[in-house]
């Protein structure tokens, strides 16, 4: 069992930047691959970005490419999302997920665990 704690979240102007952060508990953290999802209101949750097990490998949607950079701290068993250029559009809920499978993982149903999220909302 693997339990996901976001914290970051909060309100911010367009432009501007935030960084999220995902604190899991237990020792086996290197071991899944982590995404970002977001869940804007009255919409579906819809992927952001993931990364692999080392963090050489990541996945970003094309809505936040350029904008975003996901990254982890294995020893700290934290994953990051930092995000710059912030837009309206941008306003969700943020969701940490972990995943077991093999590959890369940007399915939402192929995550296994799932944080409580944490609000970002971008005024213009």
């Known amino acids: 069992q693997v339990q996901l704690v976001e914290s970051g979240g909060g309100l911010v102007q367009a432009g501007g930047s935030l960084r999220l952060s995902c604190a899991t508990s237990?020792?086996?953290?290197?071991?899944?691959?982590m995404g970002w999802f977001r869940q804007a209101q009255g919409k579906e949750r819809e992927f952001v970005a993931a990364i692999s097990r080392s963090g050489g490998s990541t996945s970003y949607a094309d809505s936040v490419k350029g904008r975003f950079t996901i990254s982890r701290d294995n020893a700290k068993n934290t994953v990051y999302l930092q995000m710059n250029s912030l837009k309206p559009e941008d306003t969700a809920v943020y969701y940490c997920a972990a995943s077991a499978r093999p590959g890369v993982v940007t399915g939402r149903s192929e995550y296994d665990y799932w944080g409580q999220g944490t609000q970002v909302t971008v005024s213009s």
């Open positions: 237990g020792r086996t953290f290197g071991t899944y691959f």
